[in-house]
């Protein structure tokens, strides 16, 4: 008989919801001793909360995050609330000894999410950060490729996050714009990017940044004729040196026209590349250097059975899998690190890791200068 462990939700919005949703289908695409059970859920308000935990399916809802922490049912505290309550939240859970699984970035600064991590592993218990993208099968066999030398050695990496859901002028501040809850772009939707490029090459060991404002003034929400400074970065460029001894460049924007989820990126080798874009994420293009160069030439990988965990989804290559299915992979897990199994990747450590490199970006831009982590 499997056993129940019960969830505990912080926030509905559009991560709560794919959450939610990945907790309800893990235990009917992956056979796993734990059976996770949505238990409690916490929004902003009683109202709020309750709505969203009738919709999603959990047994009870509060007002406040303090009350969900607390509650002896509660076996793992899951966090999607803004980001300045990722490490108020986490430390409360961590300090009675309970397993955390948040949303990125971990936390406004690096010095917060080192706090985070520390507590984390003087508690002894699992925790894991929203990096879904990196949960990808393709992202693991391009991982593979590299590390079993298919490569060669690595001379360059590029990579880019970058959307267009902010471009209007009109669209509200949010707290996404919050600086208290840290950098803008570069925190949201860029540190995908970078924690991609950590996955793949390893440690980021020096950067130079270039990051801008572009839009300055927003107006509030509800109330279009009154506007507020923007204060955090719209659009964020570094040239960044790896540990392992090669560069690259890193590159984020949430006013880029016409791109929805563009998250891609391209390792050069000396014996081949790695193209990948989130857009087409059941793809991987490789290119071999051939000794004949009149057949040389990318070829793509298409995700099947074969790249593991894809099979337990369908059991026909090119049929695709898709957003939420990465969620379901991630809190796959997420569940057998609970159950003894090998920690997750992205657990709170490396998350910090991957806001040291933000913070660093932040410092070079703001003293226009390389900056050693």
Not at 46 to 74: M, N, S, T
Request: hydrophobic fraction near 45%; charged fraction near 25%; include cysteine.
């Amino acid at each position: 008989m499997k056993k129940p462990i019960r969830i505990g939700l912080v926030g509905s919005g559009f991560m709560g919801r794919t959450h939610a949703l990945g907790f309800r289908s893990v235990g009917a695409v992956f056979d796993l001793p734990l059976e996770p059970v949505l238990e409690l859920l916490a929004d902003a308000t009683q109202e709020l909360a309750a709505g969203a935990a009738a919709r999603y399916g959990f047994a009870r809802a509060v007002g406040d995050w303090h009350a969900l922490v607390d509650d002896p049912a509660v076996d793992v505290v899951d966090i999607t609330a803004p980001n300045k309550l990722h490490a108020p939240i986490s430390l409360a859970a961590l300090a009675l000894g309970k397993p955390v699984y948040c949303e990125k970035p971990l936390a406004p600064t690096a010095d917060e999410a080192l706090a985070m991590a520390m507590a984390a592993e003087r508690a002894g218990v699992v925790t894991q950060v929203g990096f879904n993208y990196i949960c990808n099968p393709m992202l693991a066999l391009a991982r593979e490729m590299i590390e079993a030398g298919e490569l060669g050695q690595i001379w360059g990496f590029r990579g880019i996050h970058a959307e267009d859901f902010m471009i209007s002028r009109r669209s509200p501040w949010t707290w996404r714009l919050d600086p208290a809850g840290g950098a803008g772009a570069i925190a949201d939707i860029g540190s995908h990017i970078i924690g991609m490029a950590r996955f793949l090459l390893g440690p980021i060991d020096a950067l130079i940044a270039d990051m801008e404002t572009v839009i300055d003034r927003r107006p509030l929400a509800g109330r279009p004729e009154e506007m507020r400074a923007v204060e955090v970065d719209d659009q964020a460029r570094l040239l960044v040196r790896f540990a392992r001894g090669c560069r690259g460049t890193i590159e984020t924007s949430w006013l880029s026209s016409g791109r929805k989820m563009q998250l891609e990126f391209e390792v050069i080798g000396e014996k081949g590349a790695l193209v990948f874009s989130q857009e087409r994420f059941n793809e991987l293009h490789y290119y071999k250097v051939e000794a004949d160069g009149t057949r040389n030439g990318f070829r793509t990988i298409c995700a099947g059975p074969e790249h593991p965990p894809y099979g337990a989804f369908c059991i026909a290559g090119g049929h695709q899998i898709g957003f939420n299915d990465l969620k379901v992979i991630e809190i796959r897990n997420f569940l057998t690190a609970l159950a003894g199994g090998p920690k997750p990747f992205a657990d709170f450590r490396e998350a910090y890791e991957v806001q040291r490199v933000i913070d660093a970006a932040l410092l070079s831009s703001r003293e226009e200068r390389w900056v050693r982590l």
